[in-house]
T-cell receptor, first 116, second 110 residues
Framework: DAGVIQSPRHEVTEMGQEVTLRCKPI?????LFWYRQTMMRGLELLIY????????DSGMPEDRFSAKMPNASFSTLKIQPSEPRDSAVYFC??????????????FGDGTRLSIL | GDSVTQMEGPVTLSEEAFLTINCTYT??????LFWYVQYPGEGLQLLLK?????DKGSNKGFEATYRKETTSFHLEKGSVQVSDSAVYFC?????????FGQGTELSVKP
């Protein structure tokens, strides 16, 4: 079975540019999560969706970050304009049902983002 | 608020040594508890889980027991292998969200 698919795997761009990260969750999963991982702050939940609707975006660092989920099989995380401090590994994860605390989240391999 | 604290790494062991990675949590209610493992260049993978007090999760020789009285979920393995070298994350789940510890890096030498 295909897991969570993220693209690109690596992104290097100059500060001020727009960055778009993409995620395809596992088919049938109706919850989707975006995380950021850095050495200093560890794993941080940025936002999560349930049935394509954003439920909690309290982890989104600032207005430069936005996330969308136009349908059940696709989500984007956008940074505009990007800054060097946004450099991190961004993970997408999905799970079958948010309300069931027993269900684990399945993670993609991440996008390693470097802002120069 | 809810939080997870893990022992600091890196932990360096010789092959076949006994492993313990401590994890304690702070949470209201009774969260589900998880251990995830991250191999270099990859995303996190579920290693094991426990959903209520005294449950023992196990997988690939790893075990952890949900201890409500000590709010702990320590990870153990009787004999580690070089292939176990990775970063291990303890996490609790409340309200649909996972709250992770800071991760513990394990390095196993042959």
């Amino acid at each position: 079975d295909a897991g969570v698919i993220q693209s690109p795997r690596h992104e290097v761009t100059e500060m001020g540019q727009e960055v778009t990260l993409r995620c395809k969750p596992i088919s049938g999963h109706n919850s989707l999560f975006w995380y950021r991982q850095t050495m200093m702050r560890g794993l941080e939940l940025l936002i999560y969706f349930n049935n394509n609707v954003p439920i909690d975006d309290s982890g989104m660092p600032e207005d430069r970050f936005s996330a969308k989920m136009p349908n059940a099989s696709f989500s984007t995380l956008k940074i505009q304009p990007s800054e060097p401090r946004d450099s991190a590994v961004y993970f997408c994860a999905s799970s079958p049902m948010t309300g069931d605390s027993n269900q684990p989240q399945h993670f993609g391999d991440g996008t390693r983002l470097s802002i120069l | 608020g809810d939080s997870v604290t893990q022992m600091e790494g890196p932990v360096t062991l010789s092959e076949e040594a006994f492993l313990t990675i401590n994890c304690t949590y702070t949470a209201t209610g009774y969260p589900s508890l998880f251990w995830y493992v991250q191999y270099p260049g990859e995303g996190l993978q579920l290693l094991l889980k426990a959903t209520k007090a005294d449950d023992k999760g196990s997988n690939k020789g790893f075990e952890a027991t949900y201890r409500k009285e000590t709010t702990s979920f320590h990870l153990e393995k009787g004999s580690v292998q070089v292939s176990d070298s990775a970063v291990y994350f303890c996490a609790l789940k409340k309200g649909g969200k996972l709250i992770f510890g800071q991760g513990t890096e394990l390095s196993v030498k042959p």
